[in-house]
T-cell receptor
């Protein structure tokens, strides 16, 4: 039982097409996060959610939208994908209580041609 | 703007050698974490340091938080091939109940037999 799963794990798409990445958790956490990881930049926060229908922007939110209609699902949408959005996307939920730990999914590798 | 700089970016060493990875910032953090990431997986928390000057040991890994809580180091003694991976530091800001993590640029370690 992974606790957090992402889908799809790999996707290749063309510039201008919409893309939705899904994050599913079984831990009933209030907070969920979307990060992107690029060489030389570490992990950067795109959007986060602090409850159903409660979301906020992170540091690199331009070109991305999110939705949280259920506690267990947090969707990341690229309305019109660009090559600069080629990246590995990670979803995360809080880990051990009172530690600040983030528990990450396995990642979704997106290539925009 | 990258708040956390790690050095070196890449390190290739032989089994048995010692190494130190640095994580530096001009910002003060409430705490700092170190994660390790293996290919195709999400980062996994190694340790959290909270107090300025704090030293924590995890087997052959020694983590230190700077006195001013702006920097940290990770020292590995007698590195082994199993230590190979991407090491990420993450500074934590506490902001009105929402915990914000800022990740460093990452250090990729390769330990050869």
């Amino acid at each position: 039982d992974a606790g957090i799963t992402q889908s799809p794990r790999h996707k290749v798409t063309e510039t201008g097409t919409p893309v939705t990445l899904r994050c599913h958790q079984t831990e009933n956490h209030r907070y969920m996060y979307w990060y992107r990881q690029d060489p030389g930049h570490g992990l950067r926060l795109i959007h986060y959610s602090y409850g159903v229908k409660d979301t906020d922007k992170g540091e690199v939110s331009d070109g991305y939208s999110v939705s949280r209609s259920k506690t267990e699902d947090f969707l990341l949408t690229l309305e019109s994908a660009t090559s600069s959005q080629t990246s590995v996307y990670f979803c995360a939920i809080p880990g051990q209580p009172n530690t600040g730990e983030l528990f990450f999914g396995e990642g979704s590798r997106l290539t925009v041609l | 703007t990258q708040l956390l700089e790690q050095s070196p970016q890449f390190l290739s060493i032989q089994e048995g050698e010692n190494l130190t990875v640095y994580c530096n910032s001009s910002s003060v953090f409430s705490s700092l974490q170190w994660y390790r990431q293996e290919p195709g997986e999400g980062p996994v928390l190694l340790v959290t340091v909270v107090t300025g000057g704090e030293v924590k040991k995890l087997k052959r890994l020694t983590f230190q938080f700077g006195d001013a809580r702006k920097d940290s180091s990770l020292h590995i003694t007698a590195a082994q091939p199993g230590d190979t991976g991407l090491y990420l530091c993450a500074g934590i800001f506490m902001n009105t109940g929402f915990q914000k993590l800022v990740f460093g640029t990452g250090t990729r370690l390769l330990v050869s037999p």
